[in-house]
């Protein structure tokens, strides 16, 4: 895996991870898996504003105003990781589409 941050300015604006393996494990697994990293990522830095995903040959990117949308509230470092996977496993028990 490798960590690519695109800045503007001084401040870092995205975030890419690259992922040189294969990834396993059905889309939905590794969809919630992508959200719930970008989630935390984007929680933690307040200045950054996508966090990019490429594996198996795809890349997603997901990005702060359609993921603060999603979960109808702000992405800030007020949230804890035990938060943010509770609000994902309610919207998709809710069968609220993934952002992504």
């Known amino acids: 895996m490798s960590i690519h941050i695109l800045t503007q300015g001084e401040e870092p604006s995205q975030i890419t991870l690259s ?3 294969y990834l396993e494990g ?3 697994e590794l969809r919630v898996n992508m ?3 970008a989630s935390c990522l984007l929680s933690a830095a307040s200045n950054l504003r996508t966090v990019a995903f490429e594996y ?3 890349q997603i990117c997901l990005h702060r105003t ?3 949308a ?3 509230c702000a992405l800030t470092n007020d949230l804890t990781e035990y938060m943010i996977l509770k609000k ?3 919207l998709v028990t ?3 589409d993934l952002p992504l």
Do not use: C, P
């Open 19 to 21: 992922y040189y393996d």
């Open 88 to 90: 994902i496993e309610v």
């Open 56 to 58: 198996n040959e795809q």
């Open 94 to 96: 809710e069968g609220a």
């Open 35 to 37: 959200l719930f990293n």
């Open 70 to 72: 999603w979960y109808g």
């Open 66 to 68: 359609d993921l603060e």
């Open 26 to 28: 059905s889309e939905l």
